[in-house]
């Protein structure tokens, strides 16, 4: 039980065009979702948190014009990097979780996002 | 402030010996919840285990063992005979608890263990 999927797995794109990356809970319905990214061989940076049904939470220095964040359902969310350049070359990763039920994170496969 | 410490930053053992992770945490919420999460090359965080600040209570998974102790603030990670396939990097986390919790996890900066055969 608790499997986040996260799709796609990898992507590379051109600067200036928009990313799309999904974040799902399969088996379980995910009250929160948060959305990290890592740079090689350092800890995870929390970008955003977002609960379903409301805007996200963004920490500070995270731009939220350029990294887009919804929660439609209990399931899903998606993050969108917009215009993108090759800085935000990076490893992005979701989690969810269902408060209700226990305060653990479930982490999804990862995104690797390479923009040229 | 709330911080998570993993003082070592990689370890080598040969397989079959014993390793143990350190990690030290600073929180000023008397409810907390600690993890330990795994990070093969793949990249994916797997769950290892929660512990709840009001359960000091040791566990043993396997090989897999932790000590926590509130004293010390420390939620120590031990791998019993070691094996290749324990190469990862391993993440200590701690999260507010609470009715009113955000539920964001603070990270360490991870230990990357390497298990040579």
């Known amino acids: 039980g608790a499997v986040v999927s996260q799709h796609p797995s990898w992507v590379i794109c051109k600067s200036g065009t928009s990313v799309k990356i999904e974040c799902r809970s399969l088996?379980?319905?995910?009250?929160?979702m948060f959305w990290y990214r890592q740079f090689p061989k350092q800890s995870l940076m929390l970008m955003a948190t977002s609960n379903e049904g409301s805007k996200a939470t963004y920490e500070q220095g995270v731009e939220k014009d350029k990294f887009l964040i919804n929660h439609a359902s209990l399931t899903l969310s998606t993050l969108t990097v917009t215009s993108a350049h090759p800085e935000d070359s990076s490893f992005y990763i979701c989690?969810?979780?269902?408060?209700?039920?226990?305060?653990?994170?479930?982490f999804g496969p990862g995104t690797r996002l390479l923009v040229l | 402030a709330q911080k998570v410490t993993q003082a070592q930053t990689e370890i080598s053992v040969v397989e079959k010996e014993d390793v143990t992770l350190d990690c030290v945490y600073e929180?000023?919420?008397?409810?907390?919840?600690l993890f330990w999460y795994k990070q093969p090359p793949s990249g994916e965080l797997v769950f290892l285990i929660r512990?709840?600040?009001?359960?000091?209570q040791n566990e043993i998974s396997g090989r897999y063992s932790w000590n926590f102790q509130k004293s010390t603030s420390s939620f120590n990670f031990t791998i019993t005979a070691s094996q290749v396939v324990d190469s990862a990097v391993y993440f200590c986390a701690l999260s507010e608890g609470g009715s009113s919790n955000t539920g964001k996890l603070i990270f360490g900066q991870g230990t990357t263990l390497q298990v040579k055969p």
């Open positions: 929180t000023r919420d008397t409810t907390y919840y």
């Open positions: 088996d379980f319905q995910a009250t929160t």
């Open positions: 989690s969810a979780r269902d408060l209700r039920l226990r305060p653990t994170q479930y």
């Open positions: 512990r709840n600040s009001f359960d000091e």
